[in-house]
T-cell receptor, first 119, second 113 residues
Framework: GAVVSQHPSWVICKSGTSVKIECRSL??????MFWYRQFPKQSLMLMAT?????????EQGVEKDKFLINHASLTLSTLTVTSAHPEDSSFYIC???????????????FGEGSRLTVL | GENVEQHPSTLSVQEGDSAVIKCTYS??????FPWYKQELGKRPQLIID?????GEKKDQRIAVTLNKTAKHFSLHITETQPEDSAVYFC????????????FGKGTKLSVKP
């Protein structure tokens, strides 16, 4: 199947700093990528939809100025958690698929996830 | 928008028994329903999926059934093994979100040897 790679897997930062997480599609082009947050023992909650060459679409309740998303190319989307606080500590996962965002339905592949701990 | 409900939240079975997880969805236009397995600290992995033009699909010990009229779909795992222990998520394709999947809350399956 298609491969989505996410980096870093683990990150620990001090409160007030910013953290960037990368999501790459390794063997396909993704016009759309999705960013999720997962708290312990909970489901995947969509944060935003990242669109190549245009602004991201954020879900209700997600602060766009805090969670900056950039989809600079067809294989890379980045999520930057700005001015991180302990409550931002979570497992962040991206997903993408060869057909996502192109009006077709198909499998989504997930990155490895990034566990963020804000001290 | 789409809403997906999943039951039960936890399920414990003996090795060799069958496990069934059920999901309902709200958007009658949804037409793609994957199931993901997530082990602790790892990424979700697709285990089986079904499209709305099919009522049932099997892959070895795993099967999924879809009832479009009732808007529910189920995951069936037969001859469960300890390595089946994980959290399972159902999802439905949401047309209104550029191809995004809406996930159920998950079912923690424990298979006891």
């Amino acid at each position: 199947g298609a491969v989505v790679s996410q980096h870093p897997s683990w990150v620990i930062c001090k409160s007030g700093t910013s953290v960037k997480i990368e999501c790459r599609s390794l063997d396909f082009q993704a016009t759309t990528m999705f960013w999720y947050r997962q708290f312990p023992k909970q489901s995947l909650m969509l944060m935003a939809t990242s669109n190549e060459g245009s602004k991201a679409t954020y879900e209700q309740g997600v602060e766009k100025d805090k969670f900056l998303i950039n989809h600079a190319s067809l294989t890379l989307s980045t999520l930057t958690v700005t001015s991180a606080h302990p409550e931002d500590s979570s497992f962040y996962i991206c997903s993408a698929g060869p057909t996502s965002g192109r009006g077709a339905v198909g499998e989504l592949f997930f990155g490895e996830g990034s566990r963020l701990t804000v001290l | 928008g789409e809403n997906v409900e999943q039951h039960p939240s936890t399920l414990s079975v003996q090795e060799g028994d069958s496990a069934v997880i059920k999901c309902t969805y709200s958007d009658s236009a949804s037409n793609y329903f994957p199931w993901y397995k997530q082990e602790l600290g790892k990424r979700p992995q697709l285990i089986i999926d079904i499209r709305s033009n099919v009522g049932e699909k099997k892959d070895q010990r795993i099967a999924v059934t879809l009832n479009k009229t009732a808007k529910h779909f189920s995951l069936h795992i037969t001859e469960t093994q300890p390595e089946d222990s994980a959290v399972y998520f159902c999802a439905a394709f949401s047309r209104g979100s550029q191809g995004n999947l809406i996930f159920g809350k998950g079912t923690k399956l424990s298979v006891k040897p």
